[in-house]
Structure formats: C-alpha cells, structure tokens
C-alpha cells in the first residue's frame, strides 16, 4: 500500500512510468523461422521450443477492438538446439480471425468489445440484430494445453484449438460440449505424473449453474485428429447462488485432491444474454462483492466425491495458482491473490494505451497481488471445539478455525516487506515436472512494477528471500522454468522469459535458476506485442 502511495504522488508532479503502447500495437506474423542473435551463452543441453500465446492483432480496418483480452491470437515460437535459436510467429486461423479479416472489419464479438452492425444492412435491419444471439468466439489467446499429448492453443470459452507445434498451423477446432456436458474450461489444467489433464469447466440450465471438475485420459500424442474421447465429469459442484456464479480463472490439484475456489467475482446470467441489446461488451456483466465470502469446494481426486467441510475465508480473489500439497493431513494451497477483483475487466486499450499522468493514475488504481498460503485440515473430528486453530504445522502460520457454519481459514503471507517494491507478484511458476502437488522450496514470477511485469522474481519460501532481474525499460512475460537433464536440487535448469521493450530489439532471455543470473538471451529483429502464457516443448 505504501509503495502505491507513493507512486501515486510522484505521478501528480512528474509521470513515472514508461509508456507501453508499443507493448500492445498489431504487428505482422513472422511464419517462416528467423535467425536469432545470440548474447551470452544459451546452455546446449536445451533442446525444444518455447511455445507462447497472446494477442497480436488489435483492429480490422476501421473497427478496433476495445480490451486487451480481445486482440487476435498469436502464437510464438522459439525453437533452440546447440545453442542457437530460431524465432516464428502465426496468427491462430480461428473462425473470429478469419471473418474479420474477410469483412475487414469485426464481425465477432469478444470479451470487451461488441461487433459492429453490418453497415450494408439498413436502419431497421441493424437494430433488430441486436436481439440475435451473437456468434461465439473462438479466438483462443490465452495459453498452449497439452491433452493426450497433442497442443492446442486455449482461452476460456468452449472451443479449442488443435495446433501443429513445430509449424504452429491452425489445426481443427474442437467444441468441449461434443465430448462431454459443458459450456467451458479454463486455460490453465493441471497434469498428473500418468499423462492424465484435470480441468474445470461449467454448465447452466434448468437445473442451475454448476461447476465441473473434468478429466481426460492420457494419450500418446500421435493422433491425426483432435481426440478428447474418455473425457468425463469427475465432480459437480452447484453455484452457492445460482442466480450469479462466480468467475474463474484456474484451479488447485495436489495429489489426492482438487479445490475449486468460489470466489465473489460475480456473473449475472441475465445481463450477459442481454449485454448485447444493452449495447455492453462482456465484461460489464461482472462485479467485485467484497461483502461476500471465498468458498474453497475440496473433491477428492480420485474418486470425485466432495469433502461435506465447508471452508471459507474472507473475500479475496486468485487467478493463478503457485503449487499445492498435502502434509500430516493437511492441504497447503499457494496462490497469488488480490483484495480487489474489479481489476480484470481494467485492461482496455485505452487504459493500456495511456501515457503520463493518466498512466500512472490507472496504474495506482489496480490492486497488488501477493502470494498467500491457505492451509485446510482434511480430518475434522466432529467434537472439535470452535473457535479455536486446528493447523499444527510448525512452518506457517496459517490459520483454520472451526465455526458453527464450517471452518474459517486465514491466510500466511509468503513474502517479506522486500516485495513491496517490485509490485507485488503474478503468472507464478515452479519446477512443475518434478515437484507440482509435492512439497517445494522455489517459485518464479513477474514482478509489477508496472502495468505489465517490469521484473522476474525467484522466491525461495525458507525465509521468503527474493532474488531479482530487472531492468529500466524492460518488460518479460511470465517465467518458465526448464530443468536440467543433470538436475539434483528443485532450482537446477534455466528459467526463460520473452522480454518486451517498446525501444530495442525484444528477446528471449535464459537466466540461471540456482543463481538468477543471466546466461544468455536471443535477440529478435521483428517486434513482439506482450503476451500471456506458454510452455516449453521439449524435443529429443
């Protein structure tokens, strides 16, 4: 708080913060791979390709898109081997992509912007096609999944998209509700160590709104064609209010168990099937309800049954999980959170587009977010006393208090003053491979500083210590981390970042785990938007 505080005063006199429209601008796909130059040294046990998504087309003609959220899906790629690195890029061939550019116009509607009436259409014609049911988007901007081993390019909506890896051609389209009873899944599932995806998706009918926790099997990733089949519905979870379900954005698996968070980022049914005769984009039909509380539903694994506990805490709201793992019958969740959930629908193009005073002053309005442990004690026994802490670990100090409703849960802070100014953190990482729902020491993460990350951050949670990078005037996208062939400690492997400048040659940086000091980077001739999420494929 202090540190916004601060900014915020600064920004009155003299503007603080460099303007990042270059960061957000359309630029020109890049299909054939490019030579890279390399600074530094890039490791030569490296071998595999650096797969991001994000938007990268912000208008079709005259017609612009309002939301960051909105812009057309573009998919990089960094291929490295020996040393050397070889850079991509294709616009998703999504349905949405294609119409508008065949209109020169937009034609399907998005997150925040509302397609534009056909102008060859006459007065009468353009009002009444306000009251038709708009086509859905499958502009899949968020991230890469993996699902029986194939990659598809994914966002929250229904529709996926099948993606060659190595030429990042737009594959078939795949519609979640052929498969299995939903509406749709999140871009962010979780793996399990037999090949198997965990997913959360929805439904809403006459029944109500429920939340699904859904599986697919594992595959050999050889197939010629989408294949979601064996797809199947482990768990449903009905909205504690029907009338306005909550948002979500991820979810939490460890071993044994799944833990959909009920958070009060509301969605009103109704304004959405009327956003588009209202004349609002979609997100205008949620609301932040700090009044309310955060319900953490906790379904077994394995069997899909539902733990009848009701945990709850104050109101707060997550988009991406850290890591989460039972211990001596407990169930410890790491997660970056925030205080206010009004931030998602902030990062419209004209807030992102601002510069000086209007920059800062839409910069100092969004909320920090800070990692935070949550700890719940599965084994309950019924004559428990209240209002007393059932958590006996001696390394957080987490609370869990049993209630007349259920139990109440208070949160450990994982960090240290230190982090204040860096912004607080998001788009964490661990070493997922080897230590995702096991106990771990280390996670990565952007630093903001900014509107978008301005710093990489590693924590090392014995003592919440930070290690740093960071430079003026340099923006990297979310850390993954890659380990090491050789590895023997959780921290042994690279961490990469594709780093935006909206002045110099933007590039992929390769910093040393353990040290989180830079070994090399792979500079790129062409200009790179800022992005999302991605993965490292690795290729023998």
Not at 108 to 134: H, M, W, Y
Not at 519 to 529: H, K, M, T
Request: aromatic residues 14%; contains cysteine; negative net charge.
């Amino acid at each position: 708080v202090f540190v916004s505080v601060e900014r915020y005063f600064i920004s009155r006199s003299v503007p603080v913060l460099v303007f990042i429209g270059p960061l957000v601008c359309s630029v020109e796909e890049t299909p054939d791979p490019i030579s890279t130059v390399i600074k530094g040294e890039i490791p030569s046990w490296i071998t595999g390709s650096f797969l991001r998504n994000g938007p990268g087309r912000f208008e079709f003609g005259e017609s612009k898109f309002n939301h960051w959220f909105d812009g057309m899906a573009l998919m990089h790629r960094f291929h490295i081997k020996d040393g050397q690195a070889t850079y991509s890029s294709c616009f998703l061939r999504s349905d949405s992509y294609v119409q508008n550019a065949e209109k020169n116009r937009i034609v399907v509607s998005e997150f925040g912007t509302l397609a534009t009436p056909d102008p060859c259409k006459n007065i009468f014609a353009r009002f009444f096609s306000r009251f038709q049911i708009p086509k859905a988007t499958d502009n899949a901007g968020v991230s890469f999944v993996k699902y029986k081993g194939d990659f598809y390019v994914s966002t929250e909506i229904n529709f996926m998209r099948r993606i060659d890896p190595v030429s990042l051609e737009t594959k078939e389209k795949v519609d979640w509700s052929e498969y299995i009873a939903i509406n749709a899944a999140t871009a962010h599932p979780h793996y399990d160590r037999d090949g198997a995806t965990y997913n959360l998706g929805n439904s809403y009918g006459r029944n109500g709104f429920f939340y699904h926790i859904l599986r697919v099997p594992p595959g050999n990733g050889k197939n010629d064609v989408a294949d979601l089949s064996g797809a199947e519905i482990l768990c449903s979870i009905p909205a504690s209010d029907p009338r306005k379900p909550s948002y979500y954005h991820s979810f939490v698996m460890s071993e044994n168990y799944i833990v959909f968070i009920e958070q009060p980022i509301k969605l009103d049914p109704l304004k959405f099937m009327l956003y588009r005769v209202a004349g609002k984009s979609f997100h205008k039909v949620m609301s932040w309800n700090p009044e309310l509380e955060t319900i953490f539903h906790v379904a077994d694994r394995h069997t899909g049954q539902l733990i009848k506990t009701k945990y709850y805490s104050s109101a707060m709201f997550t988009l991406h999980q850290i890591n989460a793992y039972e211990d001596n019958g407990y169930l410890i969740m790491d997660m970056c959170c925030g205080d206010d959930g009004t931030v998602i629908g902030d990062f419209t193009m004209e807030n992102l587009q601002a510069s000086g005073e209007e920059l800062d002053k839409f910069f100092n309005s969004l909320c920090t977010n800070l990692p935070r442990r949550y700890v719940l004690p599965l084994d309950i026994m019924e004559d428990e006393p209240n209002d007393h802490n059932l958590i006996n670990l001696p390394y957080t100090t987490a609370t869990a208090v049993k209630t007349v409703t259920g139990v109440f849960l208070s949160h450990e802070d994982l960090y240290n003053d230190d982090l204040l100014q860096y912004g607080g953190l998001e788009f964490p990482q661990i070493n997922y491979t080897y230590y995702n729902a096991r106990p771990y020491r280390y996670f990565y993460a952007c630093g903001f500083g900014h509107v978008f990350g301005d710093s990489l951050l590693k924590m090392d949670l014995e003592g919440k210590k930070l290690k740093v990078w960071r430079h003026a005037g340099l923006f990297p996208s979310e850390p993954v981390f890659v380990p090491a062939p050789d590895a023997k400690d959780e921290d042994d492997g690279v961490v990469m970042s594709v780093v935006i400048t909206p002045r110099e040659s933007s590039f992929l940086l390769v910093l040393d785990a353990k040290t989180f000091t830079e070994l090399g980077r792979a500079e790129v001739p062409v200009d790179i938007p800022y992005g999302t999420h991605g993965l490292f494929n690795e290729m023998s």
